[in-house]
């Protein structure tokens, strides 16, 4: 069982920047491979970005050289750096855990366990 719990998400303008920081319960969490998931209101979640456990990353287009994600397994937690926001990055910020540690799933699917979400807006 892991429990996550995202934070870092707010209210920035076009152009700003923000962190989001997931932080996973468990002894195993090295083994699991890590993904963060966005969802606008009326829109499925989206994929942004995943992390395998050996720190291979695979990012969404729409977010690949702006967004970075890392993983500190000493912490028990992996990090979303996004720069440059954009209004349309505006959307709830889900971190997802994977027990399949060396794949990078693009799906909610492949994701057995999800944090409640934090806000992220970005201001035109």
């Known amino acids: 069982q892991v429990q996550l719990v995202e934070s870092g998400g707010g209210l920035v303008q076009t152009g700003g920047s923000l962190r989001l920081s997931c932080a996973a319960s468990?002894?195993?969490?090295?083994?699991?491979?890590m993904g963060w998931f966005r969802q606008a209101p009326g829109k499925e979640r989206e994929f942004v970005a995943a992390?395998?456990?050996?720190?291979?990353?695979y990012y969404a287009y729409s977010v690949k050289g702006r967004f970075t994600i890392s993983r500190d397994n000493a912490k028990n937690t992996v990090y979303l750096q996004m720069n440059s926001l954009k209004p349309e990055d505006t959307a709830v910020y889900y971190c997802?855990?994977?027990?399949?540690?060396?794949?990078?799933?693009?799906?909610?699917?492949?994701?057995?366990?999800w944090g409640q979400g934090t806000q992220v807006t970005v201001s035109s």
């Open positions: 997802g855990a994977d027990p399949t540690g060396w794949s990078l799933g693009r799906t909610p699917a492949r994701y057995d366990y």
């Open positions: 468990g002894r195993t969490f090295s083994s699991y491979g």
């Open positions: 992390i395998s456990g050996s720190g291979g990353t």
